[in-house]
């Protein structure tokens, strides 16, 4: 078959040539090839989008949850040792309990504090209806008084909802005078997590729903709630929560399958879920092939009409490409109008994180004196049971020795809690000359009870002469004794655990704790806050931020490296006193 003249006035009619019928089979192919790689391409990059959002976001929301819980849960011990509700439970007039609750709770953004008494009587409240009612039976009461520490409670109401308490017994002089109760509002992060496009979950240890955009979720297991209602219909109920529902299509969830995210939260084996629907996907991925197929079908259109009219004008093929030309222009400019939008929304997210930060920072002066008390406490509590064992052998002398270290170290927690404010500025306590020699025995004689127990091998290398450096005992003593507590924990799974503590004059005075453990792996982070490499539960990561900064008000610093037989080496390095400094400070 021959080529068809440009001159006759219907070339069509005399069908399609071999030639014209394989360019039209090739164009289809490469079509559908074209539509479906796209399909596919777009599909795994804009998944990928929204996964990367929905962590960010998971991120956010158990960042926020855990700096809420960390932020009330110093609280109970600040509010335990207040003296007018201490003086208020002993004098039974609580004319001024109940406004100074309110007071703190408008300071702290918890949700209700309550002051209960020995036989579980709410005294002072900050919800004025819930004055006089009993509350001897609930767990939070019970629970704070077969403990010493500040407990954290969860129960489920009536309603279906859970209430979140942190309790702690207070006492004077050794009996139990009173129960303090924080409620921790942590309902209003459902709110906030309501008109996302998400529906988020957090279960408890258990795998209990405690907090959920869904109601009905609460009190059940993830495999219960799906079953009871499913991800789509929680989240479109939390869209309709916060929008107008008749702006959304009725078809807007059908079909349409949920992404899951999880976090661990790091309190309590709590954790967090969220299920984000690929709807928002198969919109993006729908308009990109909508284009490509309309593109295809110009061409197509295309095909047929320069076989149909071979005698088109250069002129009209011009115009024609100058379409392409602006539909592809459209193309793009949609496609930046998406990037830019995805932008801004990035920048509001990082803005946001940004916030959870400035929020987690709040609790960390608390968790800071929490850290810093654990170590009196500890030692207060083997000296108390060292005691009892000595008055049921009848060694009274003994005895009154341990009360006597009990006294010093409830001296010592004094003056740890006045220097909170040290935490927000430089300095707050006048220095003194001090012989570091007394500071290294007092640090021992303050681990004494643990280095006993661990059977801890010490050998300490201390010059005859003093070694003067101006500075506070009490917080070179703290230094000492975290840098202790650490090689302490560092031996543990050494057979024969050996400390060597060595105390050295000169030009600086230096003192070294080393030990036989396995070393440090990270030297360059070993001083930021919050950085630890003991298990959860054994240490916040703040006895070494602290120690540095304390060294640093000294004019000195604090350094750590890894011996060459093993173990690690903590050397703090202060400046020596000299005779002139000591007599121009005895003449101010």
């Known amino acids: 078959m021959g080529d068809t003249d440009i001159t ?49 976001r998971v991120a956010l929301y158990s960042g926020n949850l855990i700096s809420e819980l960390q932020r009330n849960s110093v609280v109970p011990l600040l509010l335990s040792r207040d003296p007018a509700l201490i003086n208020a439970l002993n004098s039974d007039d609580y004319s001024q309990s109940t406004a100074r609750l309110i007071t703190y709770r408008d300071e702290i953004g918890a949700a209700s504090l309550l002051l209960l008494d020995e036989s579980g009587r709410a005294v002072a409240v900050t919800d004025r209806e819930r004055l006089g009612t009993t509350h001897r039976a609930e767990h939070y009461f019970v629970n704070a008084l077969r403990s010493s520490e500040t407990v954290f409670t969860t129960v489920q109401t009536e309603a279906g909802g859970y209430e979140f308490t942190y309790s702690r017994k207070i006492e004077a002089n050794g009996e139990l005078i009173g129960v303090i109760v924080v409620e921790v ?94 709807a928002s996907v198969r919109e993006k991925v729908n308009g990109f092939l909508a284009l490509e197929i309309m593109g295809f079908a110009i061409l197509l259109a295309f095909t047929f009409y320069v076989i149909s009219r071979r005698a088109t004008s250069r002129s009209v093929l011009f115009q024609l490409e100058s379409a392409e030309l602006r539909q592809l222009n459209t193309a793009l400019q949609r496609e930046i109008a998406e990037r830019q939008k995805a932008e801004k929304s990035l920048q509001v997210a990082e803005q946001t994180l940004a916030q959870s930060s400035k929020l987690a920072a709040l609790g960390e002066m608390s968790a800071a004196v929490s850290h810093e008390l654990n170590q009196p406490l500890a030692a207060m509590k083997t000296y108390l049971a060292g005691a009892k064992l000595l008055l049921q052998r009848k060694r009274p002398d003994e005895a009154l020795s341990s009360f006597q270290r009990i006294d010093d170290l409830i001296e010592r927690m004094g003056a740890i809690t006045r220097q909170l404010k040290s935490y927000a500025r430089k300095g707050g306590e006048a220095f003194e000359p001090l012989d570091t020699r007394l500071c290294v025995s007092a640090a021992l004689s303050m681990m004494e009870p643990q280095l006993k127990s661990r059977h801890v091998r010490i050998t300490r290398n201390i010059p005859q002469d003093p070694v003067m450096v101006m500075g506070d005992r009490l917080r070179l003593e703290q230094v000492l004794i975290n840098l202790l507590r650490n090689a302490i924990d560092a031996t543990k799974s050494v057979e024969d655990p050996q400390v060597d503590i060595i105390l050295s004059g000169g030009d600086m005075a230096h003192i070294t704790v080393r030990d036989n453990g396995g070393g440090v792996e990270d030297l360059e982070n070993l001083f930021e806050p919050f950085y630890t490499t003991k298990a959860p539960g054994d240490g916040v990561g703040l006895g070494l931020a602290i120690s540095s900064g304390i060294v640093n008000d000294f004019g000195g610093r604090l350094t750590a490296r890894n011996g060459q037989d093993g173990g690690a080496a903590f050397e703090v390095e202060l400046p020596i006193l000299k005779e002139d400094d000591g007599k121009t400070e005895a003449a101010e």
Request: proline content about 3%; overall charge neutral; cysteine-free.
């Open 185 to 278: 509002d942590l309902q209003k992060f459902e709110s906030g997590w309501a008109g996302i496009s998400d529906a988020v979950l957090v279960s408890d240890s258990e795998g209990l729903i405690i907090l959920s955009t869904e109601p009905r979720w609460r009190g059940l297991t993830e495999a219960e709630a799906l079953a009871t209602i499913s991800a789509p219909s929680a989240i479109r109920r939390a869209i309709q929560a916060t929008t107008d529902w008749a702006t959304l299509r009725s078809d807007a969830f059908l079909g349409s399958t949920v992404m899951r995210q999880e976090a661990r939260i790091p309190f309590q084996g709590w954790r967090m879920a969220s299920f984000t629907t690929h």
């Open 8 to 56: 006759d006035p219907l070339p069509i009619n005399r069908g399609l040539t071999w030639r014209q019928r394989l360019m039209l089979l090739a164009l289809i192919s490469v079509a559908v090839v074209t539509i479906w790689v796209t399909n596919v391409w777009l599909t795994q990059r804009f998944t990928e989008t929204t996964r990367n959002r929905a962590e960010l």
